[in-house]
C-alpha cells in the first residue's frame, strides 16, 4: 500500500508542477505586455504568479518521495485553496473583459459579420483551466498526505507491543 500512495504522490507532484509552470508563464507574458496598466488587473497577476511561483518550489522540493514529504499535507491543503483563490481572480478577471462567451470574436467588415480567433482570449482560459487543475491537484495531494499519515499513525498503534513497566515483575 505504501507503493501506490507514493506513486499517486509523484504523479500529483509532477503535475503541480507543470501547472504551476504553465500559469507563471501565461501569467507572466500579460505582467510583460500590459506592464503599464492600472494597479487592480496586476495585483490578480502579481498574486496568481506569486501562487504558481511557490508551487514549482515547493512541488520540486516534495518531489522525492520520502516518507516526511506526506506529513506536509496542511500546506498542499493551503495551496489547493490558494489556487482556487487565484483561479476566481481568473475568471472575476475574464468577466470584466469581452471574451467570456469564447476565444471567438465577432468583426464587422463592411457591414458583415465574421467570427475571428482571438489568441489572448484563449491564452486567457488557458490560464484559468490550468489554475483550477492545479488546485486539484493540490488539494488531492493533501488528500493523499491525509490518507497517509493517518494509516501509518493506526498501523503504529497496531504494531506498538505493550511494554512491560520497569516496576513490575519479571517472569525470567
Known amino acids: 500500500m505504501p507503493v501506490i500512495s507514493r506513486v499517486?504522490?509523484?504523479?500529483?507532484?509532477?503535475g503541480e508542477i507543470a501547472f504551476g509552470a504553465i500559469v507563471a508563464g501565461i501569467i507572466g507574458w500579460y505582467l510583460h505586455k500590459y506592464d503599464s496598466t492600472n494597479s487592480w488587473p496586476r495585483a490578480r497577476w502579481i498574486y496568481t504568479e506569486v501562487v504558481a511561483g511557490l508551487s514549482i518550489l515547493?512541488?520540486?522540493?516534495?518531489?522525492?518521495?520520502?516518507?516526511?514529504?506526506?506529513?506536509?499535507?496542511?500546506?498542499?491543503?493551503?495551496?489547493?485553496?490558494?489556487?482556487?483563490?487565484?483561479?476566481?481572480l481568473l475568471v472575476d478577471?475574464?468577466?470584466?473583459?469581452n471574451c467570456w462567451y469564447g476565444p471567438w470574436e465577432a468583426v464587422n467588415w463592411d457591414g458583415r459579420t465574421y467570427l475571428s480567433y482571438n489568441s489572448s482570449c484563449a491564452?486567457?482560459?488557458?490560464?484559468?483551466?490550468?489554475?483550477?487543475?492545479?488546485?486539484?491537484?493540490?488539494?488531492?495531494?493533501?488528500?493523499?498526505?491525509?490518507?497517509?499519515?493517518?494509516?501509518?499513525?493506526s498501523?503504529?498503534?497496531?504494531?506498538?507491543?505493550?511494554?512491560?513497566?520497569?516496576?513490575?515483575?519479571?517472569?525470567?
Open 123 to 153: 491564452r486567457w482560459k488557458s490560464a484559468e483551466a490550468f489554475s483550477f487543475l492545479s488546485a486539484c491537484f493540490w488539494l488531492a495531494s493533501g488528500l493523499v498526505g491525509i490518507w497517509f499519515v493517518f494509516r501509518v499513525r
Open 58 to 88: 515547493l512541488g520540486l522540493l516534495w518531489l522525492i518521495p520520502f516518507s516526511s514529504s506526506f506529513f506536509v499535507w496542511p500546506i498542499d491543503v493551503i495551496l489547493g485553496l490558494a489556487w482556487f483563490a487565484a483561479f476566481g
Open 155 to 172: 498501523a503504529r498503534v497496531d504494531a506498538v507491543p505493550v511494554r512491560r513497566r520497569w516496576y513490575s515483575r519479571h517472569y525470567v
Open 8 to 14: 499517486v504522490s509523484i504523479f500529483l507532484r509532477i
Open 93 to 97: 478577471a475574464l468577466h470584466d473583459s
